[in-house]
T-cell receptor, first 113, second 114 residues
Framework: ETGVTQSPTHLIKTRGQQVTLRCSSQ?????VSWYQQALGQGPQFIFQ???????GRGNFPPRFSGLQFPNYSSELNVNALELDDSALYLC????????????FGSGTRLTVV | GQQVMQIPQYQHVQEGEDFTTYCNSS?????IQWYKQRPGGHPVFLIQ?????EVKKQKRLTFQFGEAKKNSSLHITATQTTDVGTYFC??????????????FGKGTKLSVIP
């Protein structure tokens, strides 16, 4: 059984650029959630995808968007990058809406300069 | 919106001492989950509590969910160096829209002195 895999592991972007982060969910999981974790903070919910549709969104602006594919993998896209977007982006998969816990990937460390 | 507070922010203990972290939510929760994040790692699911007053044990770890389903605690007996990391509680609001949305506390960073 494979876990959650994310790519890339590290990324450096310039302010104003766009970025796409990728996530493959754990085998058997049909829901993917994305979290942003700033240094020294807890993960913050960005949004969740279930059956290829956004199933809820946290307090993030529309320039954060995502997709889920038929194989349950997912992408997180961020447009017009700002310095404050520098963080660890975590993908978490679950069966259903996560009422039995989430399996997190190792994350993508995004640095915006 | 929902807020989850966690204390203490940091805890340094001598190996063999006990450790407790506390979690309080501003709203009633449908369930609370606990995660451990090792330095440089990612959160790893430990447990979920659902019922009011629930107590669960995993070896040296004891988890409690308050009667009002607004607070929780994690207690580690006789800490070991392998317990080092940041412990997060994460609350899911009561059933309804957004009930899947976990709100994480800021975590308690545990250091264990050998």
């Amino acid at each position: 059984e494979t876990g959650v895999t994310q790519s890339p592991t590290h990324l450096i972007k310039t302010r104003g650029q766009q970025v796409t982060l990728r996530c493959s969910s754990q085998s058997g999981h049909n829901t993917v959630s994305w979290y942003q974790q700033a240094l020294g903070q807890g993960p913050q919910f960005i949004f969740q995808y279930y059956r290829e549709e956004e199933n809820g969104r946290g307090n993030f602006p529309p320039r954060f968007s995502g997709l889920q594919f038929p194989n349950y993998s997912s992408e997180l896209n961020v447009n017009a990058l700002e310095l404050d977007d520098s963080a660890l982006y975590l993908c978490a998969s679950s069966l259903g809406t996560g009422t039995y816990g989430y399996t997190f990937g190792s994350g993508t460390r995004l640095t915006v300069v | 919106g929902q807020q989850v507070m966690q204390i203490p922010q940091y805890q340094h203990v001598q190996e063999g001492e006990d450790f407790t972290t506390y979690c309080n939510s501003s709203t009633t929760l449908s369930n609370i989950q606990w995660y451990k994040q090792r330095p440089g790692g990612h959160p790893v699911f430990l447990i979920q509590l659902v019922k009011s007053g629930e107590v669960k044990k995993q070896k040296r770890l004891t988890f409690q969910f308050g009667e009002a389903k607004k607070n929780s605690s994690l207690h580690i007996t006789a800490t070991q160096t392998t317990d080092v990391g940041t412990y997060f509680c994460a609350g899911a609001p009561s059933a309804g829209a957004g009930s899947y949305q976990l709100t994480f506390g800021k975590g308690t960073k545990l250091s264990v002195i050998p």
